[in-house]
T-cell receptor, first 112, second 114 residues
Framework: GENVEQHPSTLSVQEGDSAVIKCTYS??????FPWYKQELGKRPQLIID?????GEKKDQRIAVTLNKTAKHFSLHITETQPEDSAVYFC???????????FGTGTRLLVSP | GAGVSQSPSNKVTEKGKDVELRCDPI?????LYWYRQSLGQGLEFLIY????????KSGLPSDRFSAERTGGSVSTLTIQRTQQEDSAVYLC????????????FGPGTRLTVL
């Protein structure tokens, strides 16, 4: 089955810096890769996703890149703000199996 | 519109008791998922429903766990003879259908087994 690894487990940056979180997956048939943000005590919320037919997607300050050959994808947050502080989870899914496999999460702390 | 709702929000039970957790998906969403999140950990897939059927039960940790969905809407996750290691937040999510991948999560039920 699919296995998703996520690094780093914690990431501390200064406000305004960029943050990068990386994930690798094992199942080459996976074709959907979402990123979820979970604030303390809150539910996970989708912030961006990418499908295997594109290599990059941007939405304002966040972007996701996908390298299918290497089976890894990354989340990039530019001009970080304190409200970006949260736990971020990557996930991978083979649409045919409709089962999201999540990474273990990255705790991002943005200091003012 | 209304999002995914779950009840109860918190449940404290004694070891050995049975518990039922409820999930109300977004209206019209045919796919429903259950996950478990232990303290400080990631999300562990438990089971998914497409309509009332559960094509994938592979994530259920043991035969003490079961889930059902009736009428293509509300789902209940039942844990029999609870153990302390069952303590976690149980999250439910729904999506429009199996082709529309975005999953919308509920607020979760925090289960504590004493």
């Amino acid at each position: 089955g699919e296995n998703v690894e996520q690094h780093p487990s914690t990431l501390s940056v200064q406000e305004g810096d960029s943050a990068v979180i990386k994930c690798t997956y094992s199942d080459s048939a996976s074709n959907y890769f979402p990123w979820y943000k979970q604030e303390l005590g809150k539910r996970p919320q989708l912030i961006i996703d990418i499908r295997s037919n594109v290599g990059e997607k941007k939405d304002q300050r966040i972007a996701v890149t996908l390298n299918k050959t290497a089976k890894h994808f990354s989340l990039h947050i530019t001009e970080t703000q304190p409200e970006d502080s949260a736990v971020y989870f990557c996930a991978a899914e083979n649409t045919g199996f409709q089962k999201l496999v999540f990474g273990t999460g990255t705790r991002l702390l943005v200091s003012p | 519109g209304a999002g995914v709702s779950q009840s109860p929000s918190n449940k404290v039970t004694e070891k050995g008791k049975d518990v039922e957790l409820r999930c109300d998906p977004i209206s019209g969403h045919t796919a429903l998922y259950w996950y478990r999140q232990s303290l400080g950990q990631g999300l562990e897939f438990l089971i998914y429903f497409q309509g009332n059927s559960a094509p994938d039960k592979s994530g259920l940790p043991s035969d003490r766990f079961s889930a059902e969905r009736t009428g293509g809407s509300v789902s209940t996750l039942t844990i029999q003879r609870t153990q302390q290691e069952d303590s976690a937040v149980y999250l439910c999510a729904s999506s429009l259908d199996w082709l529309k991948n975005e999953q919308f999560f509920g607020p979760g039920t925090r289960l504590t087994v004493l």
